[in-house]
């Protein structure tokens, strides 16, 4: 069975309804609405403002420092090299790790020496 | 505090104050308290000259529009500062006068406007409670009126197979 338009209309007004006093509502509006007007309330604001900005000026700006710039990397000298190359020896002082061969190349023998 | 316009507008407010509650109350699951927080900031509104009645409508028409705008932001609200309330399950307290004898259709109701879409039962409850016209309750809902008559036309048949099943 179906219900029409009209008595679906009913059933939905069978239920009552209790309002609270409107008067009631009504002022407690008012009351916060004077409470947010009040010229209390902005001379506190006037004050507030200012000190936060300064706060926030003071601690809210600050950042962590940046990190440290990474160590250069250490170039092999020149002159090293060519040192090396041609005494034959263990790298100079500062170097990081010996060489045992010496590439070969044009002019020198496989030990790096010089014919 | 009231500005003139408020005040001009206070006696058909009062007027309209018991079908405004009940319209909050639909906005608002059923929560009477909610409810009237809803509507005291409603009629904030007015008094402060958030809300406006520009007479571009009916004054209830209009009212109730700020009336959903009003539940609506009052329940991003919660939401946002509770969001464990969206697990919760809804308990309304019954009323009174619910609980007396014949109040088991009231509640039966409820219960299948519960089961309806919360656009479907807006446009359920502001036609067929608070007799807008489809178009009125679109423009109090903030939906077009082919949507509105759409939400209509579904709420009708689902609230139906609702209520027949029950009886």
Known sequence: MSLSDDELRAELRRRSITAPPFQSLWSAAAARVQRRRSPARWIALALLAPAAIVLFLLFGTRRPPPPLPAPPTVQLPLEGLLTLRLDGQLPLDGLARPIAEPTPFAGFDTRGRWP | ?167
């Open chain 2, 1 to 167: 505090v009231d500005s003139a316009l408020a005040l001009e507008l206070k006696p058909q407010l009062a007027a309209l104050h018991p079908a405004s509650f009940a319209w909050a109350l639909a906005c608002c699951r059923d929560d009477p308290a909610e409810a009237e927080d809803v509507l005291q900031t409603v009629y904030e509104k007015i008094l402060d000259g958030r809300a406006r009645f520009e007479g571009r409508s009916s004054l209830k028409t209009w009212l109730f529009a700020v009336v959903r705008r009003t539940a609506s932001e009052a329940r991003r609200r919660r939401v946002f500062l509770r969001p464990w309330l969206l697990l919760a399950p809804t308990e309304r307290p019954a009323a009174p006068d619910e609980e007396q004898a014949g109040a088991e259709r009231a509640t039966r109701v409820r219960e299948a406007l519960a089961t309806l879409a919360a656009r479907q039962r807006e446009v359920i409850e502001l036609v067929f409670f608070h007799d807008f016209t489809v178009e009125e309750a679109a423009r109090a809902m903030g939906v077009s009126a082919g949507s509105a008559r759409v939400h209509y036309d579904r709420a009708k048949h689902r609230l139906r197979a609702a209520l027949v099943e029950v009886r």
